[in-house]
């Protein structure tokens, strides 16, 4: 009897926190989404936690290590960046250890603002990006601890890399 070798596949988990900006005039990018929110993140970039945690669940699938590897936060030539570009580079890297992206999901903790009616968006954002599906989903802190306060916002990820 002759036995199939098993698909080649690695899951990955990502995880990325911003605390909220004093600067009002800093936007809330959300997947590359601009979402109206009277506040935005702080960061060296534009403070993408869902763009930054799927790079870092890519990344290490492919055993790349994290976002803060390939692009640190000291390092002047990010600060600014659009994290779709980061991601998209982070998914240029797995491509060329010969993985690809099946599919991720995210999941966005915030208390503020309401995300429901912008995760369609936000999820066509990031699957154009990535070149596969990507679901975005929001979960409230429940008015518990900092993020119940408002001071932050953290995504989680997790994404699934096939290498054939």
Do not use: Y
Request: glycine residues 12%; hydrophobic residues 45%.
């Amino acid at each position: 009897m002759e036995s199939s070798k098993p698909p080649n596949l690695r899951i990955g988990s990502g995880f990325d926190i911003h605390p909220v900006s004093s600067d009002h005039s800093r936007p809330l990018i959300l997947g590359g989404v601009e979402v109206s929110a009277g506040f935005g993140l702080m960061g060296h970039s534009d403070a993408d936690v869902v763009c930054h945690a799927l790079a870092d669940a890519v990344l290490g699938a492919a055993g790349l290590g994290g976002l803060g590897d390939h692009f640190p936060d000291d390092d002047p030539s990010f600060e600014g960046a659009n994290s779709l570009v980061l991601l998209s580079r982070s998914i240029q890297m797995v491509a060329e250890l010969g993985w690809s992206l099946i599919n991720a999901d995210v999941t966005i903790i915030a208390q503020k603002p309401r995300l429901s009616g912008f995760l369609k968006e936000i999820s066509s954002s990031v699957s154009i990006t990535v070149g596969a599906p990507v679901l975005v989903k929001v979960k409230s802190p429940e008015h518990i601890g900092p993020l119940g306060e408002n001071l932050g916002i953290v995504a989680l990820a997790s994404a699934l890399l096939w290498q054939p």
